[in-house]
């Protein structure tokens, strides 16, 4: 990410979930009436030009050869994690930690969190900037919302979960979208230690990529255009895991995975009418894990 600015992945993340937010109310798979306050001119444009149908197939057009299945890929896995969410607040859990949260505006934008404590723990630039946004878009920040700041990379949640008092007894869900394949190994081993000291009732909502898109590129299509994209804005990927081998990862952490689909998987469970946009961004991943060892 480049020094002092917020992510430009967090922003396309934004520009996604706002255009989306444009179809009809019959046809979106979400409505996020926020997501476009992150935008710039520019992008607040294409997303005004969205929702007019001619336009509209020309912005989806274009996204597409820029960068295949970014948009359905990023679309579809918002809903299946707002859906995995919804399970375990229905199964208990009674607080949500959201890690490297970006420009997700769940804690605003999904009724069933209204009553839940919410703790976003971001990058202080794109937090911060975060925080002015909302704060010039809605009258007040709700109480039940608190926003911290760390350099996953840098610094230690257990040190950060010390002073802000976290109660870690609680049946909690965490949400880590989009971060994974940003960090190094050992900030990934740190984030999973500190998820095993929550509640035994608790569950984690994690995306990957799959580690072959970082070996051999070449096993999945348009993997050149991706790196392209994320060579420009200074957001490389360092991480991907192998999915044969989660499962016993994450035991180490005495978590089970319960569910683990590729962006195949979750946008055929949600977009399988759009017939142009199911291909692409193949090598990720959306896993669900937790600390019991199944969810009713």
Not at 62 to 88: C, H, M, N, W
Not at 201 to 217: G, M
Request: net charge positive; aromatic share 12%.
């Amino acid at each position: 990410m480049k020094k002092d600015t917020p992510s430009r992945t967090a922003q396309y993340m934004a520009l996604f979930r706002a255009i989306e937010s444009a179809r009809s109310e019959k046809h979106r798979l979400f409505y996020d009436p926020y997501a476009v306050n992150f935008l710039d001119s520019r992008l607040k444009l294409v997303v005004k030009g969205s929702s007019i149908p001619i336009i509209g197939n020309i912005i989806s057009k274009i996204i597409e050869r820029q960068a295949p299945g970014a948009f359905s890929s990023g679309v579809a896995r918002t809903r299946y994690i707002d859906d995995l969410l919804k399970r375990t607040v229905d199964n208990g859990v009674k607080q949500v930690i959201i890690l490297g949260a970006g420009f997700d505006t769940r804690s605003l934008r999904l009724k069933f969190l209204k009553n839940i404590p919410i703790i976003e723990i971001d990058h202080p630039d794109t937090a911060q900037f975060k925080i002015n946004i909302i704060n010039n878009s809605i009258d007040h920040i709700p109480e039940n919302i608190k926003y911290y700041q760390i350099d996953f990379n840098q610094e230690n949640l257990i040190t950060l979960a010390k002073r802000e008092n976290l109660d870690m007894g609680i049946p909690t869900t965490f949400i880590w979208e989009g971060v994974t394949n940003y960090l190094q190994q050992e900030a990934i081993d740190k984030t999973f230690e500190f998820v095993k000291k929550f509640s035994n009732k608790s569950y984690i909502i994690f995306t990957y990529i799959n580690k072959l898109v970082l070996d051999d590129p070449g096993a999945f299509q348009n993997t050149d255009k991706y790196h392209s994209i994320l060579d420009e804005n200074e957001e490389k990927w360092t991480f991907g895991f192998n999915p044969q081998k989660l499962p016993d990862y994450l035991n180490k952490y005495n978590l089970t995975l319960i569910e683990d689909i590729d962006a195949i998987q979750y946008r055929k469970q949600y977009m399988s009418e759009r017939k142009n946009l199911l291909k692409g961004y193949e090598f990720y991943r959306v896993a669900f894990a937790s600390l019991t060892n199944k969810l009713c």
